[in-house]
């Protein structure tokens, strides 16, 4: 083979989002740049991993060096420090794929949500997108990276000074490790404190000292190296040997995450299958928790054996679930498809499930506030069980937290709500949309508030299917208060309330039936309400079909065609319609009675249908008022 100086150069441009982040990591100005040297290791530690798994098929390509470790080399006089394993590595494509470009959605978000944060939150930040490598322009001016993938002769460099562009080149054979990464940082000046042996020492045995590889420091170069950390896997250890604040470190490392762990499950199952379980659920939530194609983020292990992150090792709706299973029930060369169809994956996915959820419900019994966090971050992941999980249905809707218009601005369990049903009450009423001071504000919630009936305020979009879903809690059934009747009159008024819905007199029974044939086909029916008290009118769904909350996310994802005519209801007590029942001309009131129609879809959130004829209308009134 030619000399690598004889090969060509090649120049490349970074993607617009890496050179993006590239300058926010240049200009850092966060307080923990540390992280830099923890997101390294972790990138070593996967590249060791990924080896083991694929030498299971190829034996061959541990050959000559089969022991999985991670060396960091200090030189102080040139002020550099190395991080080098022995691990997969990568091929010239491998690089330019890796190192060129973010293969994750969500970045422009991330971006915005970064140049945004604050110090403290910067760092969380970094490790939560996975984009941990470029964190090493924090404190270098320039990154070299040489690296031989297992079974291959060639090697190659990646350099760059994180100023928009790198080079990919041929490495020379003679300076290139054997197999595996070798990543050079040639440190900032005030950064050169990450050449002292006893700062990166103290950094790795805090951040990285769990990770399931060997670590060892070489001081200076060409002296013996020290190991700093055995490699021993932390799940392996019973859980009284380890330590709140090591359950923390390995989490930060298995997450990328910066804060604690919220809740901790660690346990060991024995019997008719043996595996360990280690999971986190974080107190703040990932960025991609709502990405429509995200999965979970639990890692597989066979004998200690890095198998894949991508293993559904719990339902989507625990997506947020940091950490890994380790069995020995699978053989290690398990392939993707033995994963997804094995009984043994299936009963383990049972099992972490059961140990988590059974966790968050501790937490919800022994700590009101902790837990509230909990939810506040991922009560609108976990209520995706309900509509999804119907063994495990009854117990997430008992571990659910509501805002309701008894509960002020706390949360109320469907439990509470139960128990303080009014007596003649069937159903737990519910009233859905996306912003919850609307729906304090709305008229279909007038009638249950005069009677002291309770109302579950759903803002999250999942409330719409769920409650279709669950048929009952308890016994009792879910009802929007946007569909069908209100049926109020059998629920006696709060004590002290006066203000019922009055009886509707011939003469708004006859304007009612004047506006049901003016507005013809544009509703299904005009009828008097008894859940207005206030206002003069409202919009509420058929008794059959969806509630209005739901037939509009339906429309909005293209998923329902055509929606069903709304019922207007009318407060047959409300002065308005009092004045309208007693006169006026066909045409006035004509125009009275398709406003009345657009009033409610305001009201509704939505727009006038006609807008043209609605400003039309409405000037044809004003100019009627004001004797024009």
């Given amino acids: 083979m030619s000399n690598a100086a004889e090969k060509p150069v090649e120049n490349h441009v970074f993607e617009a989002d890496v050179a993006r982040l590239l300058h926010l990591m240049v200009h850092s100005v966060y ?39 991670i060396t960091v080399t200090l030189d102080a006089g040139a002020n550099r420090i190395v991080i080098a394993d022995n691990g997969i590595g990568m091929s010239r494509e491998d690089m330019v794929e890796a190192l060129g ?39 270098a001016d320039k990154v070299d990276v040489v690296s031989r993938r297992a079974g291959s002769q060639d090697a190659w460099t990646w350099s760059s000074d994180g100023k928009g562009s790198y080079t990919v080149s041929e ?5 290139a490790p054997v197999r595996g990464t070798r990543i050079t940082l040639h440190l900032m000046e005030d950064a050169s404190s990450y050449t002292s042996k006893w700062e990166v020492s103290r950094i790795v045995k805090d951040q990285s000292g769990h990770v399931p590889v060997p670590i060892d420091l070489i001081e200076t170069p060409g002296t013996e190296p020290e190991r700093i950390s055995d490699g021993t896997a932390l799940w392996t250890k019973s859980r009284n040997e380890i330590t709140k604040e090591e359950y923390a ?23 008719r299958h043996e595996y360990t379980g280690l999971a986190f659920v974080p107190e703040s939530k990932p960025l991609d928790m709502f990405d429509p194609t995200g999965k979970g983020r639990m890692k597989l292990y066979v004998k200690r054996v890095f198998i894949t992150d991508d293993a559904e ?58 837990f509230t966090k909990l939810w506040e971050a991922f009560g609108a992941v976990l209520k995706e069980g309900i509509y999804d999980d119907f063994e495990r249905r009854a117990q997430l809707m008992a571990l659910s937290r509501f805002r309701t218009t008894a509960s002020g601005e706390a949360t109320r369990t469907l439990s509470d709500y139960v128990k303080d049903m009014k007596d003649a009450q069937a159903a737990i009423y519910y009233l859905a949309g996306d912003d919850l001071d609307r729906l304090k504000a709305s008229p279909q919630l007038e009638g ?44 006696s008024k ?59 996310l339906l429309q909005g994802s293209g998923r329902l065609d055509t929606v069903a005519k709304p019922v207007l209801e009318i407060n047959p007590g409300h002065s308005l319609i009092a004045a309208l029942a007693a006169g006026g001309s066909e045409a006035f009131r004509t125009d009275a009675v398709q406003l009345l129609l657009d009033q409610a879809r305001v009201l509704d ?24």
């Fill in 31 to 69: 307080s923990d740049k540390d992280v830099f040297l923890r997101e390294l290791i972790s990138n070593a530690a996967d590249a060791c991993e990924k080896l083991r798994y694929e030498a299971i098929g190829s034996p061959e390509l541990l050959s000559g060096d089969p022991t999985p470790h």
């Fill in 101 to 139: 470009t973010i293969a994750r959605s969500g970045t422009r978000a991330f971006m915005e949500r970064v140049e945004a944060a604050k110090a403290g939150e910067g760092a969380q930040l970094i490790g939560q997108f996975g984009v941990g490598f470029y964190s090493a322009f924090m404190v």
């Fill in 171 to 175: 490495a020379d054979l003679a300076d």
């Fill in 249 to 271: 470190d390995f989490y930060r490392g298995v997450s990328g995450h910066y804060d604690e762990p919220a809740v901790t499950v660690h346990f060991r199952a024995e019997g």
């Fill in 313 to 370: 090792l719990l339902p989507r709706y625990l997506r947020f679930v940091r950490g890994l299973v380790d069995t020995s029930d699978l053989p290690l060369n398990v392939s993707r498809e033995m994963i997804q169809e094995s009984p043994i994956l299936t009963a383990i996915r049972k099992g972490l499930t059961n140990r988590v959820l059974t966790a968050i419900e501790k937490l919800a019994d022994s700590d009101a506030d902790a």
């Fill in 448 to 491: 249950f508030r005069a009677r002291g009936i309770e109302v579950l305020l759903l803002t999250d979009s999942v409330d719409s299917f769920w409650v279709t879903a669950a048929p009952d809690f308890e016994g009792k059934p879910f009802k929007s208060i946007t569909q069908g009747a209100a049926d109020l009159a059998q629920v």
């Fill in 494 to 552: 709060t004590d002290g309330e006066t203000a019922l819905t009055p009886e509707t007199t011939q003469v708004v029974s006859d304007f009612i039936a004047f506006a049901r044939a003016t507005l013809g086909d544009s509703v299904s029916d005009v009828r008097a309400s008894d859940r207005l008290t206030e206002s003069a009118v409202c919009l509420v769904a058929p008794e059959l079909g969806y509630d209005r909350q739901l037939e509009k």
């Fill in 605 to 628: 959130g939505d727009k006038p249908q006609d807008p043209r004829a609605f400003a039309e209308r409405l000037s044809r009134l004003f100019g009627k008022a004001l004797g024009a």
